[in-house]
């Protein structure tokens, strides 16, 4: 007994795409549901192994073929190849994953002089006919016999130009009779044989130039199955239509019947966008009846996929058919409203709305808005939401090439095909002319996250000449326009955008998350002002302040470069002094800001040359400095003539050779404390603890506003829950000098406030040697955190710059490495090492909390990583928050503690 190579949807496995392809297992799952979807079957993907192999079709495969047409013959009462109500098929192949976009079909398979003969007695319209006879012609000679498409549309203009006519509509059945003939010796010419009559012969021909495309085109993809399926026409008269609907709208997740429909049409005519469709809403009534039953189709299919459908029908003589279903493309905002909505309907579990959503789209949630709106151009559809700006481009190859040297670029098409795909993966926005929200642009920008305006008519889009045309105004290639693919609206020039707000439905899930979650998510921040950014964001504390950015501030680093310059350790106490009060205000603020939640601030780390000018600079300045004295009384002075701004500056007010000499002399301080300071690898080098040990006085200045700070907002009735970490340890040793003096000082600060204060001494983990002495450190610490910037550089031997920019690219397309390191967790190297740490530092201490703060903290996989090793919480910074709120939900869900 052979194999069977074939399955009809009735008695296909609707759950192995692997076998029967994405689309097939679909069309088999929705037979057996009772919906009504025309009869077809399925050619295994076993098959196209086979045919890869051998470059053969089975012996036996043309058999089954012609068991299973003969099954739809009785089913549709109609005959293949037959000379009265020819049966009519679509051939297409499906790959196991749903690869949008990518896919060609042949429609109208098994026309020919004797079928035409029987569709026109069946159907009694010319027209229709010769318009279906066309368009098989067509299609099965460019994607079977290689004839240039282009050739096919020169046929084609040359007959509707002759007439007069520009609207393909407007074609009399005469003309498109005309147009077949064309087309038929066309193939001719161009292959030297005739179009092929034999309908089994077409069907061949078709399934082997099928594999043949795949072979070619997707040799790495896994082996598509291909769907044989009854044609049927929503282009037979006013009682037929065809559409495509989502269940719910995909933009705002409105529990609404969301799309469009054309009547008496054919599907390609939505698909390439040759005519505008109608809004949905419009057939409730046109067609009342059929309108009810699509939203029973809604309704069942969503009961049954437990998710937000994507469906394709087709009206065929007041006959609705269901052609596929799919999971929705959504917006991310219409993914979170339709996951609260679907659990408050009782379609899905919480759990269910929590895994449903990729935590890496909510970056695409908050799309950007333009903030100017000068400049309105024209309104097309609003395919695909958010904003995008950047140049004009008519070509994939030439948005490719910008793209790579940072340019923004919009994709201009009038409409798109699957070929354009390079060029959307390249582009911050498409534009199309025509077309509308189910067209291929609309359907395949959605998927990708990328802003989309369709259907915008009023331009004349002129890819040969690279020009986009609208009336008196002609954009080129390189000028700038702003798209909103929310609106649909078009601007011209560059605009600057801004993220919006939370909705109410991602609060919600995120409030689920939460609960679900039993890793917590803390915030980096270092002012007041993202502290409480954070906290809105959801943020349960700050698991990162970094000291040093508070000394940035513009009226502050003049304090922190005096301290610097200080040639004592009691001038570098006096300037540290002025620094204390500004340290103890700002931590007393952050601290009340974040009550009652946790504060974790990170002494000083950074090396003090890091806060001083480079040396080019000041040499630069000095010199400026120094051609005061060459400019001659009354020469006008400028910007170029002295070569820096703050010698300018000086030159602008009434000074004397002593005031320019006072400067000079206060810059060559500067140079030399810079040329002191300079360090081989400074990020190796005098930094951290290493720092605050060789100048004690600048760690007691921070642990003493810390602690007088917490002292103050208690006097206050504030409750905090303040944390010193100390960084850049290697040794138990540095963490018992600087837990020394914490303990000094807290006494002092006790003793002054009248208070008893409660605070954790922990460090972070940043170097290798950290990682293996945890247990000793442990000793000493209340808690670890992970410093996996810094892990990672020691860990790989990398400096970030330097490697992100000159060999990291490189090594990721290579395969060198699967992923930037310092984007996603290296666990096979730097997580190794966590993985020994935590190990050994709750070997001595059993209640030691751990947690990481690092840039991996906001990443999905290094969230779930780090769920998986134990940690208590990761920190991140406050716009990653949400994100990794989501992630460590769906960590316990999928491996629960």
Known sequence: MHKTHTYCFETGDGKNPLLLGSKGANLCELTQLGINVPPGFIITSEVSHQYFATQSLPENLMDEVIEQITKIERQTGKAFGGDTDPLLVSIRSSAPQLMTGAMETILNLGLNSVTIAGLLEATDDPRFVFDTYRRFIQAFGVMVLGVPEQSFIEQFTFVKSAAGINSDSALTHFQLEEICYRYLNLVHKETGQAFPDHVYQQLEMALIAGYQFWQANFPTAQAPAVNIVTMVFGNLGDDCAIGHCVTRNPQTGEDELYGEYLPNAHAEDVVKGIRT???????????????????????????????????????????????????????????????????????????????????????????????????????????????????????????????????????????????????????????????????????????????????AEEFKIDTKSKLAIMGDLRIKEGDSISLDGSTGKIYAGFKATRAPSFSSSLKTLLT?????????????????????????????????????????????????????LASSTKEREDALAKLFPIQRDDFEQMLATLSPHSLTIRLLDPPMHE??????????????????????????????????????ELAQQSVTESHISSAINKKTLVLAKVRELSEINPMLGHRGVRLGISYPEIYAMQIRSILEASARCLKRRIPVKPEIMVPQVITAQELKIVKLQV??????????????????????????????????????????????NDLTQATFSFSRE????????????????????????????????????????RSKRGDLKVGICGEHGGHPLSVNYCHDIGLDYVSCSALRIPIARLAAAQAQLLNPR
Not at 387 to 408: E, M, Y
Not at 744 to 764: A, D, P, R, S
Not at 820 to 827: A, H, M, N, R, W
């Open 277 to 455: 469709p109608k809004q949905i809403q419009d057939l409730k009534h046109e067609q009342p009846e059929h309108y009810l039953q699509l939203l029973a189709l809604r309704q069942k299919l969503e009961i049954y996929f437990q998710e937000v459908q994507s469906f394709d029908f087709t009206i065929e003589r007041g006959q609705l058919y269901c052609l596929q279903t799919r999971n929705a493309n959504l917006d991310i905002a219409a993914t979170l409203k339709t996951s609260v909505d679907m659990v408050k309907q009782g379609l899905i579990k919480q759990d269910q709305a929590l895994l449903r959503i990729n935590p890496e789209s909510l970056e695409t949630l908050l799309h950007p808005q333009l903030l100017d709106h000068q400049g309105f151009l024209t309104q097309g559809i609003a395919a695909s939401p958010g904003a995008a700006s950047g140049q004009c481009v008519f070509d994939n190859d030439t948005a490719i090439r910008l793209s790579k040297q940072g340019v923004s670029v919009i994709l201009l098409r009038e409409e798109t095909k699957p070929e354009d795909i390079p060029g959307f993966q390249v582009s911050a926005g498409i534009l199309t002319s025509r077309g509308g929200k189910t067209s291929h642009a609309a359907v395949t920008t959605r998927g990708m996250g990328i802003a989309c305006v369709v259907g």
């Open 512 to 564: 689920w998350a939460d609960a679900s979650a039993s890793i917590k998510v803390l915030a980096n921040a270092d002012t007041p002002e993202t502290a409480q950014l954070a906290l809105r964001y959801g943020a349960q504390g700050i698991g990162l302040c970094r000291t040093e950015r508070m000394f940035n501030v513009k009226d502050r680093l003049p304090l922190v470069i005096e301290m610097i």
């Open 611 to 648: 806060f001083l000018p480079n040396e080019q600079q000041i040499l630069e300045e000095i010199d400026a400095l120094s051609q005061l004295f060459k400019i001659t009384q009354g020469q006008r002075i400028t910007r170029e003539t002295l070569g820096h701004q703050d010698a300018f």
């Open 743 to 788: 303990s000094e000082i807290q006494k002092e600060v006790e003793e002054l406030y009248k208070v008893k204060l409660n605070f954790k001494f922990g460090t972070m983990i940043e170097t290798v040697r950290a990682c293996t002495r945890a247990d000793t450190l442990a000793d000493t610490a209340e808690f670890f955190s992970f410093g996996t």
């Open 802 to 841: 330097d490697a992100e920019n000159k060999f990291l690219p490189l090594y990721k397309t290579t395969g060198v490495l699967k992923d930037d390191p310092f984007e996603s967790l290296d666990v096979n190297g730097v997580g190794k090492l966590m993985e020994m740490a935590v190990s050994l530092g």
